[in-house]
């Protein structure tokens, strides 16, 4: 079964410009999960959909990060504008339903903002 | 208020080592899950373990075991005859509900375990 898939693994861009990463979960699960891991700490959440609905944005910074999930598989999240402090890891995990099930990550995408 | 706590940041062991990495969790919920998670090098996060409030039995898995004590709110991990593969942060979370209703996934900050030969 394949896993949680990511891209791009790195992304290098300047403060104010934008960026959108986009995650593909495991097959038939339900919820989808984006995290900010900043370094030296745990992945925090950011947003949550179960299927194509938002369940949980409220630690997302509405203000410049948005995501959607369209069609309840994929999805993509973006930053626009970048600012320095958005430099971290953006995980993105799934599992099957949104109760205790297991999540499981994907590589994530390393973005540093100059 | 902190809900999940890994007090230890960093830890060096040589390999054959046995290695405890402790997590102290906070809850007012008397129905949670604890999660155990691995991250390499490569930043995958690697799902290891989840126990439910209600086992308390510890588990083995190979060279690794849990020890779940809900009566000091901790939830330690020890790597018995350590390997340099097993060099990586660990991550300890927390899963209860969210003020939406559904679950939340809160992690600690994690231990970085490293393994010398």
């Known amino acids: 079964e394949a896993g949680v898939a990511q891209s791009p693994r790195y992304k290098i861009i300047e403060k104010r410009q934008s960026v959108a990463f986009w995650c593909n979960p495991i097959?038939?699960?339900?919820?989808l999960y984006w995290y900010q891991q900043i370094l030296g700490q745990g992945p925090k959440l950011l947003i949550q959909?179960?299927?194509?609905?938002?369940?949980?944005d409220s630690q997302l910074p509405k203000d410049r990060f948005s995501a959607e999930r369209l069609k309840g598989v994929d999805s993509t999240l973006k930053i626009q504008p970048a600012k320095l402090e958005d430099s971290a890891v953006y995980l993105c995990?799934?599992?099957?339903?949104?109760?205790?099930?297991?999540?499981?990550f994907g590589p994530g995408t390393r973005l540093l903002v100059l | 208020a902190q809900k999940v706590t890994q007090a230890q940041t960093e830890i060096s062991v040589v390999e054959k080592e046995d290695v405890t990495l402790d997590c102290v969790y906070e809850?007012?919920?008397?129905?949670?899950?604890l999660f155990w998670y691995k991250q390499p090098p490569s930043g995958e996060l690697v799902f290891l373990i989840r126990?439910?409030?209600?086992?308390?039995q510890n588990e083995i898995s190979g060279r690794y075991s849990w020890n779940f004590q809900k009566s000091t709110s901790s939830f330690n991990f020890t790597i018995t005859a350590s390997q340099v593969v097993d060099s990586a942060v660990y991550f300890c979370?927390?899963?209860?509900?969210?003020?939406?209703?559904?679950?939340?996934?809160?992690f600690g900050t994690g231990t970085r375990l490293l393994v010398s030969p």
């Open positions: 995990a799934s599992s099957q339903g949104g109760g205790w099930e297991t999540q499981y």
């Open positions: 097959s038939g699960h339900a919820t």
């Open positions: 959909f179960q299927n194509n609905g938002v369940v949980d």
């Open positions: 809850t007012r919920d008397t129905t949670y899950y």
């Open positions: 126990r439910n409030s209600f086992d308390e």
């Open positions: 979370a927390l899963s209860e509900p969210g003020d939406t209703g559904f679950q939340k996934l809160v």
